[in-house]
């Protein structure tokens, strides 16, 4: 119902042919290739940085601190770079001095916790905060 309301919208404020256009396009550029090492390198510092804001963190500590806010918001980082960069988890851990079983973990893990909200309510509204703002920067990069 939500959907129909608001392709109705914008159907109405640009049209059927820029519509079809603007999902065309969306689908074509939600993810990029991992070849495309430009376009990777400022998605994955844009969601760094939107994981630091939201989770509102100490951008020194973020790579290293064992503190929950800074493991959750290092976990959102890995999980979006490997769902909108199609990187391999061995380059996401090489990003972060990880090692690629422990990308592989914290990816399930947050996975699962997205699997349950309502017993995970803050992280997945910080999630899917950062997850919006990961989908229109991606979306004006191209």
């Not at 998605?43 to 989770?55: E, H, K």
């Not at 990187?87 to 916790?113: H, P, T, V």
């Amino acid at each position: 119902m939500l959907l129909q309301k608001s392709l109705d919208k914008v159907l109405g404020k640009i049209g059927v042919d820029n519509t079809i256009e603007l999902l065309e396009s969306f689908i074509d550029n939600s993810s990029m290739e991992t070849h495309d090492m430009e376009k990777t390198t400022l998605i994955t510092q844009y969601i760094i940085t939107c994981s630091i804001a939201v989770f509102n963190l100490d951008r020194e500590q973020f790579y290293s601190s064992t503190v929950r806010e800074y493991r959750e918001a290092r976990m959102v980082t890995y999980y979006l770079l490997r769902k909108y960069t199609e990187g391999s988890f061995r380059k996401i851990g090489e990003l972060f001095n990880q090692k690629k079983r422990n990308i592989i973990y914290f990816c399930r893990k947050c996975a699962d916790m997205l699997s349950i909200p309502q017993y995970n309510e803050t992280f997945n509204e910080r999630y899917i905060t950062i997850e919006k703002q990961t989908i229109a920067f991606i979306s004006k990069l191209n």
